[in-house]
């Protein structure tokens, strides 16, 4: 009888062991995505402001972009590695649009683009595409600072008001609106003009509603510091937007928080997530992942000759190389072009927690094994 009763005890050891908290759940990520406010965002604009020769002297610039701008976009493509993923993306006739006519149309498309000289013989045509990719661009940024929100809420567990969700969407739009005025007015923030000033004060407005929002939240806990991360949150990308806003120069530097937090959620997704032994793509992943130095010495290498194509394609050197070079050059080139757009475009499907696909498989991954909060949204 007493060995009976020992048994089940015993048992729930190894289920306590596995239900450990989820990746968002922990302190780590949470300190790096707002630590890098402290240590990227403030020192790079200061730095920017105060001294931007020196800022090109040391390359600072250039090596930032390289280690957290470029490798963020290139480690989008390791989605496409993971066989679960790549059957999923060809489950229906909708998915393979998305996630593979889309993007081959988009790379095709810059290509031919380039190749063609539609800016030379179209330039009025150009400047507008050029505008949107901008907008697309500001869109992305906000969209994500969006998503990540609605992590940090999940990982708070507290309930929010049901408005409090399209306050924030409104809110960052309004931000994406503002940084895309301060670009179109010669890039410094002008408040004298009509549209700055109503669509600052829509963006006033939804702030208001969203701290609202979470002052009704902070009445009801009893623990209220697990309001701290996603306030915080909320904040210092709030203020990383104002410097875009601001000055467009410093649009690259606001971007820091962004590029360290999509590298930070990245992490369960490209080392955490199952694998197939039987699948071609995720044996090779196995062994590109079994080391991260490795790894992540591959993506900066990547993003080093991605770089290093794309300066040239869109720098003042492409002039005298579309004289000197042939058409199959300016394609090899222009195909970086379309790695930016692809980005914009594919990041705001593969975070969809509203997908049961992505609930399914990324809500234990970042939650842990109870079941993930709905009010997880797309990250771009």
């Known amino acids: 009888m007493s060995t009976v009763a020992v048994a089940p005890l015993s048992r729930p050891q190894p289920a306590a062991a596995r239900s450990e908290p989820g990746y968002f759940q922990r302190q780590l990520p949470v300190a790096l995505i707002l630590g890098s406010f402290v240590f990227l965002t403030l020192p790079l604009a200061a730095?920017?402001?105060?001294?931007?020769?020196?800022?090109?002297?040391?390359?600072i610039g250039l090596f930032y972009i390289v280690v957290f701008g470029t490798t963020h976009f290139v480690l989008t493509l390791?989605?496409?590695?993971?066989s679960s993923n790549l059957r999923y993306f060809s489950s229906t006739w909708r998915n393979r649009a998305?996630?593979?006519?889309?993007?081959?149309?988009?790379?095709?498309?810059?290509?031919?683009?380039?190749?063609?000289?539609?800016?030379v013989?179209?330039?009025?045509?150009?400047?507008?595409?050029?505008?949107?990719?901008?907008?697309?661009?500001?869109?992305?940024?906000?969209?994500?600072?969006?998503?990540?929100?609605?992590?940090?809420?999940?990982?708070?567990?507290?309930?929010?008001?049901?408005?409090?969700?399209?306050?924030?969407?409104?809110?960052?739009?309004?931000?994406?609106?503002?940084l895309m005025l301060t670009f179109l007015y010669?890039?410094?923030?002008?408040?004298?003009?009509?549209?700055?000033?109503?669509?600052l004060a829509y963006a006033a407005c939804a702030l208001l509603a969203v701290l609202a929002g979470f002052f009704v939240s902070w009445r009801q806990l009893n623990d209220?510091?697990?309001?701290?991360?996603?306030?915080?949150?909320?904040?210092?990308?709030s203020?990383?937007?104002?410097?875009?806003?601001?000055?467009?120069?410093?649009?690259?530097?606001?971007?820091?928080?962004?590029?360290?937090?999509?590298?930070?959620v990245m992490i369960p997704r490209c080392f955490n997530t199952p694998l197939s032994a039987q699948s071609r793509t995720d044996r090779l992943f196995r062994r590109l992942r079994q080391n991260k130095v490795i790894?992540?010495?591959?993506?900066?290498?990547?993003?080093?000759?991605?770089?290093?194509?794309?300066?040239?394609?869109?720098?003042?050197?492409?002039?005298?190389?579309?004289?000197?070079?042939?058409?199959?050059?300016?394609?090899?080139?222009?195909?970086f072009d379309g790695l930016f757009v692809f980005h914009y475009f594919i990041e705001a499907f593969i975070w969809k927690f509203s997908d049961p696909y992505y609930r399914q498989t990324l809500g234990p991954l970042y939650f842990g094994q109870g079941r993930p909060k709905p009010a997880q949204a797309a990250l771009a």
């Open 47 to 59: 730095l920017a402001i105060a001294n931007p020769v020196l800022m090109d002297r040391w390359h």
């Open 78 to 82: 390791t989605i496409y590695l993971q």
């Open 98 to 119: 998305l996630y593979f006519l889309i993007p081959l149309t988009i790379f095709v498309f810059f290509d031919l683009y380039r190749a063609l000289q539609i800016a």
């Open 121 to 178: 013989i179209l330039p009025v045509f150009d400047t507008i595409f050029r505008l949107g990719i901008r907008f697309f661009d500001f869109q992305h940024f906000g969209r994500q600072n969006y998503g990540v929100l609605q992590l940090f809420k999940g990982r708070a567990k507290c309930p929010f008001p049901a408005w409090v969700k399209k306050a924030e969407s409104c809110y960052f739009f309004g931000l994406t609106a503002l």
């Open 186 to 199: 010669g890039g410094r923030f002008d408040g004298t003009r009509l549209p700055t000033v109503l669509v």
């Open 224 to 237: 209220r510091s697990v309001l701290l991360a996603p306030l915080g949150y909320l904040l210092l990308q």
């Open 239 to 264: 203020v990383s937007a104002a410097l875009g806003i601001y000055s467009s120069s410093l649009y690259l530097f606001c971007l820091a928080m962004h590029y360290v937090e999509y590298h930070v």
């Open 295 to 335: 790894f992540y010495l591959l993506l900066l290498l990547l993003a080093g000759v991605v770089t290093s194509l794309t300066w040239m394609a869109m720098g003042s050197m492409i002039a005298a190389m579309e004289q000197s070079r042939g058409q199959s050059y300016l394609v090899l080139i222009a195909i």
